[in-house]
Each structure stands twice: as C-alpha cells, then as structure tokens.
C-alpha cells in the first residue's frame, strides 16, 4: 500500500477510536446498572461473613 494511501488509513481509525471509547464507557454504565443490586449485596455479605479464604491466608 502506498504511503500516502496508508496515512489515510491510519488518521480514519484514530477518528475511531473516541467513538469505540465512548461506546465503552456506555457499555460499561449499562453493566453497573444491571449489576448494581447484586454488588450491594454480595459487598454486604463480604462485610458480614468474609470471604472463603479469610480463615487461612497469612496475611
């Protein structure tokens, strides 16, 4: 490929790459939605009974 036709190329995919960003971010904002009871809970429960290892790590 020509430099030229390159350069191209490579300025359209850094056009991109806010918008595969942002949809990210959205993505991301609609799975904390979804999980956010279920994370309140199971935070709950950490702080009320531990976790499964906390009985035998050393540290």
Do not use: C
Not at 6 to 28: C, F, G, H, M, R
Not at 29 to 39: F, K, P, S
Request: charged fraction near 25%; avoid cysteine; proline fraction near 3%.
């Amino acid at each position: 490929m020509p430099s030229k036709e390159l350069e191209t190329v490579k300025n359209s995919q850094d056009l991109t790459q806010p918008s595969v960003q942002i949809a990210n971010l959205e993505t991301s904002a609609e799975w904390l939605d979804h999980n956010r009871i279920a994370i309140a809970e199971y935070n709950q429960f950490v702080e009320e009974q531990g976790t499964f290892s906390d009985s035998i790590r050393s540290f």
